[in-house]
C-alpha cells in the first residue's frame, strides 16, 4: 500500500468508528448514557470522556510534542462530573474526534516514518496511528455493546441485522451485477 494510501485508509477507518459509536449513542437516553453495568464499569459517557481526553492529549502537536500532555488529568476522564451532561460530553467527544482529523490532514506519506513520543517511548507516525486505531475500536466496540444492552428490543442494527444475512448478500450481488 502507498503510504498515501494508508493515510487516507486510516482516517476512513477513524470515521467509521466515530459513525458507529455515534449511531449507538443515538439509540439510548440520557439516563443510559451514564448507567453504569456495576461498580467496575465505565458508563457510556465515561468511555466517551475518557476517548475525547486520549484524542486530545494523542493528536494535539502531534508530530512536536509527546502524546501524553502534561495537562491531561486521564483519572478525572472516569469520574462522572457535575457539569456532565450529553450535551457536555458529546461536545467535548467531537473536540476530541476534531483534534484527530486535524493533525491527520497534513500528513503525508514522507511523515509516516518520522518519530513521536507517547509517554516518552518512541513511536513511527505509522505505529501511532495504528496504536490509536486499535485502542479506539476497542472502545468503540464497548460502546456499541453498551448502547445495544440499553436499547434493549428497541435497538436498531448497525450493520446487517440478525437473520438477514441472505437477503443482504443476495442485494450486494444484486448491485454488482448491474454496476457498469
Not at 470522556?49 to 484524542?55: E, S, V
Not at 467527544?93 to 516518552?120: M, Q, S
Request: hydrophobic share 40%; with cysteine; charged share 30%.
Amino acid at each position: 500500500m502507498k503510504p498515501d494510501n494508508y493515510l487516507a485508509e486510516a482516517i476512513r477507518q477513524f470515521r467509521k468508528l466515530k459513525d458507529l459509536a455515534e449511531r449507538a449513542i443515538a439509540q439510548v437516553g440520557d439516563e443510559d448514557l451514564f448507567a453504569r453495568l456495576d461498580e467496575e464499569s465505565n458508563s457510556l459517557a465515561i468511555i466517551m470522556k475518557h476517548m475525547a481526553g486520549n484524542m486530545r492529549s494523542r493528536w494535539t502537536d502531534f508530530l512536536a510534542s509527546d502524546g501524553e500532555k502534561p495537562d491531561r488529568n486521564r483519572e478525572r476522564e472516569f469520574v462522572t462530573e457535575t457539569g456532565d451532561t450529553r450535551d457536555r460530553i458529546l461536545e467535548r467527544w467531537n473536540g476530541g474526534w476534531h483534534c484527530l482529523f486535524e493533525a491527520l490532514a497534513p500528513l503525508t506519506g514522507a511523515d509516516l516514518g518520522r518519530t513521536v513520543l507517547i509517554r516518552g517511548e518512541a513511536h513511527s507516525v505509522i505505529e501511532a496511528i495504528n496504536r490509536q486505531l486499535i485502542h479506539y475500536a476497542y472502545h468503540v466496540g464497548q460502546i456499541v455493546f453498551l448502547a445495544k444492552h440499553y436499547a434493549a428490543s428497541t435497538w436498531q442494527s448497525l450493520s446487517i441485522p440478525r437473520g438477514k444475512s441472505e437477503e443482504s448478500n443476495a442485494a450486494m450481488r444484486k448491485r454488482r451485477e448491474q454496476a457498469p
